[in-house]
């Protein structure tokens, strides 16, 4: 039963490195979704896709890009990290009209 | 623009109270509202509400939606130390492109004290 599966789990990156988050679900939802939590910040929607070859924008999108590879896998790249983007990161997969599941995070730190 | 708000920010009680914990929203096509428990880690589901005046219960636990009114009430009785965490309020709604996203709040961080 593994549901949504993040990696990396923890990461230092110097600002100006890039990194790709991977995420991939195996409860064969449709929805999938990028989000960053920050401290008194609640969860913020980064980007999301629908469905297989769509992504939308989120909340907070500057910064980064999406791939929807295929139905399983979302995965979320930083081009050139800045240290605003300290923060944990949550990938989740969805049905549509059910509930998200989410990954257990990546905690990244940007020095 | 979407909006999910969340009160009180944080809530310190003693074990045995009861609390009630707030969401209000303004979104683009409502079709659901959601309530998650976050602790040490991931956000784990508690109830998903899409009509209103139905109180979906769970335990000690209950929640109700006023879609009218546009807001959400998580109730927590007899509260004990195990139900310390950040509450989650989660909209789902209709995106820019036609499909929906889910929009949070920024929780509710409760303590519950021995």
């Known amino acids: 039963n593994a549901g949504v599966t993040q990696t990396p789990k923890f990461q230092v990156l110097k600002t100006g490195q890039s990194m790709t988050l991977q995420c991939a679900q195996d409860?064969?939802?449709?929805?999938m979704y990028w989000y960053r939590q920050d401290p008194g910040m609640g969860l913020r929607l980064i980007y999301y896709?629908?469905?297989?070859?769509?992504?939308d924008k989120g909340e907070v999108p500057n910064g980064y890009n999406v791939s929807r590879l295929n139905k399983r896998e979302f995965s979320l790249r930083l081009e050139s990290a800045a240290p605003s983007q300290t923060s944990v990161y949550f990938c989740a997969s969805g049905g549509s009209g059910n509930t998200i599941y989410f990954g257990e995070g990546s905690w990244l730190t940007v020095v | 623009e979407d909006k999910v708000v969340q009160s009180p920010l944080s809530l310190v009680v003693h074990e045995g109270d009861t609390v009630t914990l707030n969401c209000s929203y303004e979104?683009?096509?409502?079709?659901?509202l959601l309530w998650y428990k976050q602790e040490k880690k991931a956000p784990t589901f508690l109830f998903m509400l899409?009509?209103?005046?139905i109180e979906k219960k769970s335990g000690r636990l209950s929640s109700i939606l006023d879609k009218k009114e546009l807001f959400s009430i998580l109730n927590i009785t007899a509260t004990q130390t195990g139900d310390s965490a950040i509450y989650l309020c989660?909209?789902?709604?209709?995106?820019?492109?036609?499909?929906?996203?889910?929009?949070f709040g920024t929780g509710t961080r409760l303590k519950v004290l021995a």
């Open positions: 979104v683009t096509n409502f079709r659901s």
């Open positions: 989660a909209v789902e709604a209709l995106g820019a492109s036609g499909t929906y996203k889910y929009i």
């Open positions: 896709s629908a469905s297989e070859g769509t992504t």
């Open positions: 409860m064969n939802h449709n929805s």
């Open positions: 899409t009509s209103s005046g």
